[in-house]
């Protein structure tokens, strides 16, 4: 049992800088991601016969390299390739004969993965399966679409990247800047993923709300001048701040504006405001800078025991107007709605296409609530309805059920 154990977690911990250190030398994704399957059976029958190795993830990248040799072999690879897999045995037995501290190529692997003949959209999507190891129905959740849809679209990814041999190389420093924004992309949505996961017993993504942030710390020693870093270090680290403050002792939700501002770390509020000040002195204004600083208007709540509606709907606007995601247009009518009105904030709900909201659980949960103060009760608990069974957190349906029950 206990090595069975063993091998999940490093499968949970390990998939990702497994993948990502391969893929820099053999750039076959298909190939290595077999490869790595292949090695964590390996282990499932070897390790409860011989032991678990001092070096699970040097075990397992070895056996995934030479199952990587043998398919080269099989497939009789021309003979230009056959230094790079004299090599790449050298380096697994370096690793594996020394103590060697295993590499974290996960970033590199990200900026790989923003290939130009690789479709911007997908990016995101790429990296967070590849390099990060989540699912394709949790990727899909995160875009608001159908999991067979998200995972027909990385097939066709990973086909194109095959029939095309795409060659990953890292880029120069002149073209970082404009592959930025999909890395940090991927590392909201990685710490989105892992951030809705965090109350769930057991689950195999409740660390990866702090591999998001080492990933962040990492991204800033790479591009230490780049504003959107810092404002998204600032983003995650006030939303981590306030990690225990969202459930009650029973495990009942509690919404950000009802929470015990005084269960909020201080010393996380404070770090994010230094990212959040570096990020304005460093020049330029973007979106994970505006959603900081919406987080960072909430986080003074801890010592005024307000909160500035008025200037939260404002930094909405700013963010509406260089990114309207979905997000950004529920989280403006929220705003408007505490300093406007709740009939300032449907209308600006109502205005969003219906087609773009069918799946977006924080807009029906927010229209319920809306409704419930214009006493349109209907509206209301049909609302209610639709975000209760969009809500993937046992809590968080709960805390639905019992607003819609108070009608």
Same mark, same amino acid.
């Given at each position: 049992?206990?090595?069975?154990?063993?091998?999940?977690?490093?499968?949970?911990?390990?998939? @990702?800088?497994?993948?990502?250190?391969?893929?820099?030398?053999?750039?076959?994704?298909?190939?290595?991601?077999?490869?790595?399957?292949?090695?964590?059976?390996?282990?499932?029958?070897?390790?409860?016969?011989?032991?678990?190795?001092?070096?699970?993830?040097?075990?397992?990248?070895?056996?995934?390299?030479?199952?990587?040799?043998?398919?080269?072999?099989?497939?009789?690879?021309?003979?230009? $390739?056959?230094?790079?897999?004299?090599?790449?045995?050298?380096?697994?037995?370096?690793?594996?004969?020394?103590?060697?501290?295993?590499?974290?190529?996960?970033?590199?692997?990200?900026?790989?993965?923003?290939?130009?003949?690789?479709?911007?959209?997908?990016?995101?999507?790429?990296?967070?399966? #590849?390099?990060?190891?989540?699912?394709a129905a949790r990727i899909a959740s995160a875009f608001i679409i159908k999991p067979s849809t998200?995972?027909?679209?990385? #097939?066709?990814?990973?086909?194109?990247?095959? $029939?095309?041999?795409?060659?990953?190389?890292?880029?120069?420093?002149?073209?970082?800047?404009?592959?930025?924004?999909?890395?940090?992309?991927?590392?909201?949505?990685?710490?989105?993923?892992?951030?809705?996961?965090?109350?769930?017993?057991?689950?195999?993504?409740?660390?990866?709300?702090?591999?998001?942030?080492?990933?962040?710390?990492?991204?800033?020693?790479?591009?230490?001048?780049?504003?959107?870093?810092?404002?998204?270090?600032?983003?995650?680290?006030?939303?981590?701040?306030?990690?225990?403050?969202?459930?009650?002792?029973?495990?009942?939700?509690?919404?950000?504006?009802?929470?015990?501002?005084?269960?909020?770390?201080?010393?996380?509020?404070?770090?994010?405001?230094?990212?959040?000040?570096?990020?304005?002195?460093?020049?330029?204004?973007?979106?994970?800078?505006?959603?900081?600083?919406?987080?960072?208007?909430?986080?003074?709540?801890?010592?005024?025991?307000?909160?500035?509606?008025?200037?939260?709907?404002?930094?909405?606007? @700013?963010?509406?107007?260089?990114?309207?995601?979905?997000?950004?247009?529920?989280?403006?009518?929220?705003?408007? $709605?505490?300093?406007?009105?709740?009939?300032?904030?449907?209308?600006?709900?109502?205005?969003?296409?219906? $087609?773009?909201?069918?799946?977006?659980?924080?807009?029906?949960?927010?229209?319920?609530?809306?409704?419930?103060?214009?006493?349109?009760?209907?509206?209301?608990?049909?609302?209610?309805?639709?975000?209760?069974?969009?809500?993937?957190?046992?809590?968080?349906?709960?805390?639905?059920?019992?607003?819609?029950?108070?009608?």
């Amino acid at each position: 049992m206990e090595t069975h154990q063993i091998i999940e977690e490093t499968a949970r911990n390990a998939y @990702g800088r497994l993948l990502s250190f391969l893929t820099v030398n053999w750039r076959d994704l298909q190939a290595i991601e077999d490869a790595i399957g292949d090695a964590f059976l390996a282990a499932l029958e070897t390790w409860p016969k011989v032991g678990i190795p001092d070096m699970p993830e040097a075990w397992l990248l070895t056996t995934a390299r030479r199952r990587l040799i043998d398919r080269a072999r099989r497939t009789r690879i021309s003979e230009m $390739a056959l230094p790079t897999l004299l090599a790449m045995s050298e380096d697994t037995q370096r690793l594996t004969s020394s103590s060697y501290t295993f590499p974290d190529e996960r970033l590199r692997m990200m900026f790989l993965c923003t290939h130009p003949a690789i479709d911007p959209g997908m990016r995101t999507p790429l990296m967070l399966q #590849t390099v990060l190891g989540i699912d394709a129905a949790r990727i899909a959740s995160a875009f608001i679409i159908k999991p067979s849809t998200m995972s027909q679209r990385l #097939t066709r990814l990973k086909a194109k990247i095959r $029939a095309e041999r795409l060659t990953f190389e890292t880029p120069g420093s002149e073209e970082i800047p404009d592959r930025l924004d999909s890395v940090l992309e991927t590392i909201y949505a990685a710490y989105g993923s892992g951030w809705e996961e965090a109350a769930i017993v057991d689950s195999p993504r409740k660390s990866l709300a702090e591999e998001a942030i080492y990933l962040g710390r990492l991204l800033l020693q790479f591009v230490p001048r780049e504003p959107e870093v810092y404002g998204l270090l600032a983003l995650m680290l006030h939303c981590e701040a306030r990690r225990e403050a969202r459930h009650d002792d029973k495990g009942n939700y509690i919404p950000l504006t009802e929470q015990n501002c005084t269960l909020w770390k201080q010393g996380l509020i404070m770090e994010a405001e230094d990212y959040l000040r570096a990020a304005s002195q460093a020049g330029g204004i973007g979106r994970f800078q505006l959603m900081a600083a919406i987080q960072s208007v909430h986080a003074q709540r801890l010592w005024t025991g307000r909160i500035e509606w008025e200037a939260i709907a404002q930094l909405y606007e @700013g963010l509406v107007r260089i990114n309207p995601t979905l997000g950004a247009l529920v989280g403006r009518a929220a705003a408007v $709605a505490e300093v406007y009105g709740s009939e300032h904030g449907v209308i600006l709900l109502e205005a969003i296409p219906s $087609a773009d909201v069918v799946a977006y659980q924080p807009y029906w949960a927010l229209a319920g609530h809306l409704y419930k103060r214009l006493e349109r009760k209907e509206e209301a608990r049909s609302a209610y309805s639709r975000a209760i069974g969009l809500s993937t957190e046992v809590s968080i349906r709960q805390f639905l059920s019992r607003q819609a029950s108070e009608i």
